[in-house]
């Protein structure tokens, strides 16, 4: 009879061991009414390993510390900024014990502190540290994992420690097969913070304290459907009206002698205001560059590894394969891991003489993680939840623009989603303002979220892939109450 009657409370022990604390508790107090706060972290400074408590000084305190020990153009987000201390999936718990729904960072791919991965970077760590110079069977099992998640011809990966080395790698790699300098790339991409890649990044070269793009980097438009030249319901085919451009100028430069050597994309251009490439657009443009001798370099650090829900790549969304693949951010779920994926041609073609040699790309700890994330990304069928959840996310922050007319568009794939904030439906005029509002509105509630696109107008949402349907519908709702009284006046929501 006891045993009978303790089986539901084994169930409940069981399930409650799963669940992490610091979230349980903030589960709980806001269940009370007590959103979003947590009492145990109250009045205690970071101490996860339950060590002696590190005096606790105020927020406002380490940012003027912040302000005299790191260069003034390091940024902080939110106007009050976020001092978080904890992550677990896709809460960020700050040090006051407010709990954040994280729907903005994409680098916990499958959540923030995941312990699959934390285990396998502490396990490797505690083993072996080395670099690509001696052998290494997890090097060779991550780099065969991941190589076999890409199609036909590209067999061959690099592995570095940053999206932005990972770029470079492969203008490097571009400009060995090529003989070629000169390079396409899109308005307001951005791939990396090296010198080169500022240059070859509109965003950064074209953006406030930028120099310019320098004379090797030409320009081509965002294929924007809704703000750009060509638009959706006004415009036939813009993605091939877009892709048209892209033919035009790789022609030109053709014919003055310096064809460019490769078109440097990110397949969906997230600082651009997280745009979905329309119909027929990235088939244009590569074959625009490739009539011209180029290569293709596919950016997907935004977009790879199942964020868009119903593809691994961004690339897959079309009939094409990039000559070279860019990795990064969410590969190693926060442990530096980057990667080039090319073809065994493209690699001897950049077997000069010359050796390339990273100290810390490719070390098994890094490895080790990179190869976690995929364990989980599989097993917890996270691409598959990123597309049910993404659709539901869509659907709902469609239903808020139905309510609000300052939400212009909204858009997106999987969970990378952008709601475009305008002052005006009929002339689209970006309202930044309303969006940084909407933003500081959405943190009061308790969600973390951005702003990009060249006029700082589009919300960004692309949290981390384990984000549930119970989350999106919360985003959704705050959402809707933040511009409800925005709208009414309310500043700051
Ligand atoms: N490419 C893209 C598309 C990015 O978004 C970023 C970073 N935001 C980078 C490259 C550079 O990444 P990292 O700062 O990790 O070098």
Redesign the pocket.
């Known amino acids: 009879y006891v045993t009978v009657s303790e089986a539901g409370a084994w169930r409940v022990l069981e399930a409650l061991d799963g669940v992490d604390g610091d979230h349980a508790a903030g589960r709980v107090l806001a269940a009370c009414g007590r959103a979003g706060r947590t009492s145990h972290s109250g009045g205690r400074g970071e101490t996860p390993d339950g060590g002696e408590p590190a005096p606790l000084r105020s927020d406002g305190e380490l940012a003027s510390e912040r302000s005299r020990l790191a260069g003034p153009s390091l940024s902080l987000s939110y106007r009050d900024p976020v001092h978080a201390v904890r992550g677990w999936m896709q809460w960020l718990y700050a040090a006051d014990g407010t709990a954040y729904l994280d729907a903005y960072n994409n680098v916990p791919h499958v959540g923030h502190s995941h312990p699959r991965v934390a285990d396998a970077v502490a396990r490797q760590t505690s083993l072996l540290a080395t670099n690509t110079r001696y052998l290494s069977q997890v090097r060779l099992d991550y780099m065969a994992r991941l190589a076999d998640r890409f199609p036909d011809p590209l067999d061959t990966v690099y592995l570095v420690n940053?999206?932005?080395?990972a770029?470079e790698l492969a203008l490097r790699i571009a400009r060995a097969a090529t003989g070629r300098r000169d390079l396409v790339v899109q308005q307001s991409g951005?791939?990396?913070?090296t010198t080169t890649?500022v240059d070859a990044s509109p965003y950064k070269a074209d953006g406030p304290g930028g120099e310019g793009t320098p004379e090797w980097a030409h320009t081509i438009a965002i294929p924007d459907t809704y703000r750009g030249r060509f638009r959706t319901g006004r415009d036939d085919d813009p993605g091939g009206r877009y892709a048209a451009d892209v033919a035009e100028l790789a022609g030109r430069l053709a014919q003055e002698g310096r064809a460019p050597g490769a078109l440097l994309l990110?397949t969906f251009p997230?600082?651009g205001g997280q745009i979905v490439p329309p119909d027929g657009y990235l088939e244009g443009a590569y074959r625009a560059i490739r009539e011209v001798g180029g290569l293709v370099i596919a950016?997907e650090?935004?977009t790879g590894l199942g964020r868009l829900g119903s593809v691994e790549w961004g690339f897959q969304t079309a009939p094409v394969v990039p000559d070279l693949v860019?990795l990064?951010?969410p590969i190693g779920n926060g442990f530096p891991l980057?990667a080039v994926v090319t073809s065994r041609a493209l690699a001897e073609a950049f077997d000069t003489g010359m050796e390339f040699f990273s100290t810390f790309g490719g070390n098994p700890v890094a490895c080790a993680a990179g190869g976690a994330v995929l364990d989980v990304l599989d097993d917890q069928a996270l691409a598959a939840n990123a597309e049910r959840v993404g659709v539901r996310l869509l659907d709902g922050l469609r239903g808020v623009g139905d309510r609000h007319d300052r939400v212009g568009d909204v858009r997106g794939m999987g969970l990378f989603v952008g709601v475009e904030i305008v002052a005006d439906r009929t002339d689209r005029a970006p309202d930044a303002g309303t969006a940084r509002r909407a933003v500081e509105g959405l943190k009061a509630r308790g969600i973390l979220a951005g702003t990009d696109g060249p006029d700082g107008n589009v919300l960004k949402l692309r949290g981390p892939l384990v984000l549930t349907s119970s989350d999106v519908d919360g985003i959704v709702a705050a959402l809707d109450d933040v511009l409800h009284r925005t709208a009414g006046g309310a500043p700051d929501g």
């Open positions: 940053s999206a932005s080395e770029n951005y791939h990396g913070h890649l990110e997230s600082v950016d650090v935004q860019v990064g951010k980057g």
